[in-house]
C-alpha cells in the first residue's frame, strides 16, 4: 500500500501524541522529562496551524505512521523567514521512507510560503537524523556542548540549516 501525506486533523492527535511519547520516554530525540497529555499536544498544533505553519501527517493502511512540522525558530521578526522543523515516525513504520516523504513534502511548503532557511535541531547521539538531513542538503552549523540532560547525561545537540532559496 502507498504512503499518503495530508494535512493534519484533530482526530490525528492521538496518534501523534502515541509517536512523541514513545519519543519522550525511550529517546533523546525530545529532551520534554514528562509525557504530554492529549489536551497539551492538541493545544501546540493547533497553535502551529493558528500561526500559519504546517503540520503534515503521513498514513499507511488508514494508520497515522508518522508527522511533520514546522514553525518559528525565534521569536524576534527578524526571524521571520527562518523555520524550525520536526519530523517523526512511528516505531513500526521506521524504515519505509516516511520520514524522507515528510521532510521533502515540509521543504516544499516552505518554499512555497517563500521561507528562507530551515533549521534542524538534533541530538548529537542521534547520528542517522544527521545522516538523513545531509541527504537533503543540511549542513550542520553548530554543536552546543551539554546544553541538555536527559536519562542521568549530558547532552550535545546539532544544528543543521538548508538554505530554501
Known sequence: MEVQIRP??????HAILEILNYNILHSTSLYDYEIRNYEQQKAILEDKLNKGFPVIVAT?????????????????EAYQFTVEHSVYVNDDFQGKGIGKLLLQELINLARKQKLHTMI???DSENQNSVV???NFGFETVGVFKECGFKFDR?????FMQ???K
Not at 8 to 13: A, G, I
Not at 154 to 158: E, N, R
Open 120 to 122: 534542524a535541531v538534533i
Open 132 to 134: 538523513f538531513h545531509e
Open 8 to 13: 493534519y486533523k484533530t482526530e490525528d492527535t
Open 60 to 76: 499507511l493502511e488508514g494508520e497515522v505512521a508518522g508527522f511533520g512540522m514546522y514553525s518559528e525558530f525565534r521569536f524576534r
Open 162 to 164: 538548508l538554505m530554501l
Open 154 to 158: 549530558w547532552l550535545h545537540t546539532v
